[in-house]
């Protein structure tokens, strides 16, 4: 989106400026667009006419009658980085860029990985109208240097990867699994492509399609359980309980709910130190309709203390906080940088809030019709997977991880 500077160079001296907030100096002149959305600004805090949209929309998306909000929305529409806070240009800094790598079907891509020792990115196409009716035995492999995308097929087969996480290197990934298996929990070996099934039933209860995972420090896994591979048909096993987060001892695999929700499980990711575990409820997301009362709101919530008789981390979750409503949709998947920024997908890109106030502090968007669903971080760089295909941003001023891979 990179020639779009110019269109934004010209709104931001034109009609709908006012309701910006100016641009920081260094900000002026960037290859990203930018805009800044401040209710400091009075014309912003009160807006002109009338505005609608849904919660599933965003906020350039809304429907206006008056000219000036209806110019801002459409520069809103054009823009790369769009700030609700001064500490996102600091975040962001002024050389990042946002790029469409690779398009794909406009319809979910999810599950992305770096793979150890390599240069690509594991992901999957996921659910119907894709695959064989919405069943997908194979991955994809994108190469970040070339921008090559070719598939690999793991040994045996692994059917409708939902989420994977990449640690020791090795890929770990859940599935929702399949029309004659119920979801899995599974290692494998990026060098020879086998899947060893860790996982596959709580007490011979089948799990109701899992979603996502993350993994702490001392190699123990946090698993999401969904009901989305139910409601899109691509599993035949009814959801024998409500959407729960799963602890799963990383030595003996024994599973244990943390977290139970009447809405729906998603993303997962952990705070750098791991004592803290951030959980979308998108409760919005888990039937057919759009109902605008489903759960849409991120959660943070700390793991209780362990005792001077356990060493081991105590899969008890307490202190449960509302961080913040999306600004549009819902958070799919959600990683936090060494930091502990929190990196979430949603609707038209990726947004980045506080661990601890729960401010967006701005959102990275994918532009077009493409919709950010999950995400990789990589030194100052994040690789988006989504709707319509793969986005890299690079060149963001704060390292989101250690190295760079
Ligand atoms: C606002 O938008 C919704 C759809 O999102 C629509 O049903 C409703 O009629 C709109 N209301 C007005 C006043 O435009
Ligand atoms: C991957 O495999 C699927 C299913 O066989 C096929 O539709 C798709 O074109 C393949 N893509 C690549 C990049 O090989
Ligand atoms: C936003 O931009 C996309 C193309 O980039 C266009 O298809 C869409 O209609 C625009 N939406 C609005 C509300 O202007």
Redesign the pocket.
């Known amino acids: 989106m990179a020639s779009l500077v110019l269109v934004s160079g010209l709104f931001g001296v034109g009609i709908g400026a006012q309701l910006l907030k100016t641009l920081p100096d260094d900000f002026r002149h960037t290859p990203g667009s930018w805009a800044w959305l401040s209710y400091d600004v009075p014309s912003y805090a009160t807006l002109p006419g009338?505005f609608?949209?849904?919660v599933f929309e965003a906020p350039g998306e809304a429907?206006a009658t008056d000219p000036e909000v209806v110019a801002l929305n459409r520069q809103l529409n054009e823009t790369d980085f769009v700030a609700y806070d001064d500490r996102f240009f600091d975040f962001v800094g002024p050389d990042a860029t946002v790029e469409k790598v690779i398009t794909l079907a406009h319809q979910t891509h999810e599950a992305p990985c770096w793979v150890p020792g390599t240069k690509d990115i594991f992901f999957v196409e996921w659910g119907p109208p894709g695959g064989d009716n919405g069943v997908h035995n194979y991955q994809y492999l994108l190469n970040t240097e070339t921008h090559k995308l070719r598939n690999v097929t793991t040994d045996p087969p692994t059917v409708n990867v939902h989420g994977c996480v990449a640690y020791d290197g090795a890929l770990y990934v859940v599935t929702d699994g399949g029309p004659s298996e119920s979801a899995y929990f599974a290692k494998i070996d990026p060098k020879t492509w086998k899947r060893t099934t860790l996982l596959n039933h709580y007490y011979e209860q089948p799990f109701g399609s899992f979603n996502d995972l993350e993994v702490d420090n001392d190699g123990n896994f946090y698993l999401t359980d969904s009901r989305s591979g139910y409601f899109r048909n691509i599993i035949p096993f009814t959801p024998p309980t409500n959407p729960s987060t799963y602890f799963v001892d990383g030595k003996t695999f024994r599973p244990k709910a943390i977290q139970i929700t009447t809405g729906n499980a998603n993303g997962v990711s952990l705070s750098p130190d791991g004592k803290t575990i951030y959980l979308p409820n998108t409760g919005v997301s888990g039937g057919d309709g759009k109902d605008p009362y489903g759960e849409r709101g991120l959660w943070a919530y700390d793991f209780a203390t362990s005792g001077g008789l356990r060493k081991a981390k105590v899969p008890v979750l307490t202190n449960a906080r509302l961080l913040t409503n999306p600004i549009a949709n819902f958070y799919d998947g959600i990683r936090v940088s060494k930091d502990g920024w929190i990196i979430a997908g949603a609707n038209d890109g990726v947004d980045v809030i506080d661990p601890v106030d729960g401010y967006i502090l701005g959102s990275i968007r994918v532009g077009g019709d493409g919709e950010a669903v999950s995400i990789v971080l990589n030194g100052h760089d994040i690789w988006i997977v989504g709707r319509g295909g793969v986005w890299h941003v690079s060149n963001i001023r704060t390292a989101l991880t250690d190295s760079k891979k």
């Open positions: 009338q609608n949209r849904s429907v």
